[in-house]
């Protein structure tokens, strides 16, 4: 059956209209899965009819190729930032500042909105098409991330119809943030890949849009408020009250928080009623702000340096109180880390009682000085550990004891190792009971072994009864292992059986990063493949001083590794898996190695070949590919409409060739 235009439009729309009762209304009418089968249908649907697809359709937010560099974007007007009250009589001195720019003693209104912890971005539309997004950078010029903004299902990629024209230009501007339970996920995700958790909420944010990789981005939690305004052309407002609103009909999310006040009274109040609210908020914020509604008393106020008069961020008060440390204990990690815990008498902090608090490594608690019955001070940020910030010295008593993190481990007495240069303690054995279960939730995980139906409470019975005590465990499990366990039909058991058997046929590099060797990550894995050739017997012999002449092992990786190695329970379970039937896949040798040691830069629009091609030529024949250009660029191959990195290169003396010359580089 043929399918028409309408038709296709009729599901965009649909889809569009499930985003914007989501993001905009907070009232969504249908579940994720339905969300997504839908938008299955639309993918399925484009890709019969690509004649048919849009620039805006909900299928482009899923990432794009990826780019080896941003480019820069200057906003059209500069991207202010906000004076800050520190308290609640300097938030009643702005009021008397505002009042006094304007010559009145009559009440003003303001908007009060919460200050979001996220990143301000702008948002360009042209016609009512999003065209491009960017960073506030320095508020004058930010990076170009408008690929990363379109992977944000807050963001229409086209202003919806309210009846009227759309502006020929409008800029939107806003916060792009995580929300608390998205952040929570996505630093569980981090943990099971063997990834560094990220800080908060808002480094997360960051992180997600600084990626070159669009896909990656589209994989993160992220979310927008939009609470200003750029350069609009066709359209004008009364106040920002006005403005606001019309955003919401345009599909922006707005802050539901935000309410008109008009006087220091009104506005302290909202200050600390949103300051009592703040843990139960679904994102983080971190102050309130108050702006001036109408929008020619903002143009009557102006700007001072970088910040308009016409508006204020008002700050929270920190989350911090003092306490006594009772007992310093270690504390082991999921991931193996031992980490020094303060056992404090219980206090609240900002209205949840605290007992525990991080004190993060040995460096740490060195530098603090903190000792068991110091008095310190503690503090609590949003839903992160809370921390010692320091020592109160003039409350400490003669009788206070230093703290040293055992030699050994806490939970199986194996020697915990510290590489040099790191602060993180670790236990590396494979079979510390106390990191079983996620070393074998690593260990099937997607990039690890990909052993499919291999979930959580799965991992918990067999550890719980004994099945399993280190990964090799899993190639011994029958079928009477597996059908005895709750909730365990005959077919599920059957086919985690089959997925165990094919998940033997595996490559060096899955192996290796299943094994959960500290710093060696996906990435790393490859490297290594490549390097031994496949070949786990020379890796499992291979001394410090062979693995450091690998590119990318550096000493720090090279002595995790060995130190890892020289365990023999970790041998036994490699040589164990490799006795239960695992088989390495051979490695591809490079064709050539007329690259080798050489490093590429790519730019401009490449014409003869596509960014991953390029990269896969280079990688084949022994090269690097980098994303900019340095000292130690060897070749900048430029494409039409190469910038700032031919310019780089010239300033480099690098030498720059075309597409053809490296073609021909490779015959
Ligand atoms: S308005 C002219 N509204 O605070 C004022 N900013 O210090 C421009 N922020 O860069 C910003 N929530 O990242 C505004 N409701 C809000 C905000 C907000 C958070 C951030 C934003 C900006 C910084 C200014």
Redesign the pocket.
Known sequence: MSITYNQIQALRDQLNDHNYRYYVLDDPLISDSEYDQLFRELQKLEADNPNLITEDSPTHRVGAEPLSSFGSWTHRMP????ANAMNEDELAAFDARVKKGLDTEKDLEYMA????????VELVYENGFFVNGST?GDGITGEDITQNLKTILAIPLSLRKNGQKHPPLLEV?G?VFIPKDGFKKLNRNQEKEELSPFANPRNAAAGSLRQLDSKITATRPLSI?C??AGMIEGVSFDTHEDFLSTLKEWGFPV?PEIQKVTNAETMVAFHRNLEAKRDSLPYEIDGT?F?VNAINQRNALGIRSR??RW?I?GKFKAQQATTKVQDIIPSLGRTGAVTPVARLDPTNVGGVVVTNATLHNQDEIERKDVRIGDTVLIQRAGDVIPEVVKVILAKRPPDTQKYQLPKECPACGHEVFRPEGEVVARCQNLSCPAQVKGRIEHFVSKTALDIDGFGEKLVDQLVDKKLILTVDNIFKLNFDDLVNLDRMAEKSALNILTAIQDSKQTTFARFVYALGIRNVGAHLSKVLEKAFVGDIEKFMNAAAEKLETIDEVGPIVAETITTFLSNCTNTDVIESCLSLGLRLKKVEVPKSLLLQGKTFVFTGALTQFSRNEAKEMTEAHGGKVSGSVSKNTDFVVAGPGAGSKLKKATELDIPIISETEFLDMLK
């Open positions: 991207m202010l930032s906000l909105e919460p200050k979001l912890d996220g990143l301000a506030r501007r916060e408020y609470y200003e802050n702000v702006k910040s308009p508006a961020a």
